[in-house]
């Protein structure tokens, strides 16, 4: 017996085959499957996002405390302990400590000779670059090549529209460009 039973209900799925666009409905057997990545519709949910960034732009001093907890974890458990034993594995007693320097946050110059200091918590800094133009930049026009594979056709024309819209507003002149295609990553 494989341990999965003919009247179990699928999973609905969608999957792109390679080199192609366009979406196929698939069904997968929930008990050999598991989700990975995020979905087109998550990435776009700003409250999804927004709750992930606190998992993934973690402080150092969170981050430490994160895996100080996860190994205790690890620890605690004698079957994790028994399945790293017998791939010939081991946790570190603590976490190595590493000696480094924190930077002062960097300094955005602005074309009218303006400054403003970037947001070391939020690690961006496109709202001010939206506001204001570069000191200089190039016209950039449509003399431009995004490199792709097949799957990532719809990603590099979502890109090209994005910079025809957000160049002009910083000053730089970008429209148009041309998306090549490679047939494997």
Not at 51 to 58: F, K
Not at 100 to 121: H, M, S, V, W, Y
Request: charged residues 25%.
């Amino acid at each position: 017996s494989s341990g999965i039973n003919a009247e179990w209900p699928l999973r609905p799925g969608k999957t792109k085959i390679q080199g192609n666009t366009v979406e196929r409905q698939i069904h997968l057997v929930p008990e050999v499957c598991y989700m990975t990545g995020l979905t087109d519709n998550m990435r776009s949910d700003y409250r999804i996002m927004q709750d992930l960034a606190q998992y993934t732009r973690q402080d150092p001093d969170k981050r430490h405390k994160a895996l100080i907890g996860f190994k205790e974890s690890i620890d605690e458990s004698t079957e994790a302990v028994n399945l790293l034993t017998s791939w010939g594995l081991e946790m570190s007693p603590g976490i190595l400590d590493v000696t480094g320097r924190q930077q002062p946050p960097e300094q955005i110059l602005i074309k009218n000779g303006g400054t403003f200091p970037c947001d070391a918590r939020k690690e961006s800094f496109d709202n001010i670059t939206r506001k204001n133009f570069v000191i200089s930049s190039a016209e950039i026009r449509d003399n431009f090549t995004v490199v792709c594979t097949s799957k990532d056709i719809a990603a590099a024309n979502t890109f090209l529209e994005t910079v025809a819209k957000v160049g002009p507003a910083c000053g730089i002149e970008i429209r148009g460009g041309n998306v090549l295609e490679i047939r494997s990553d």
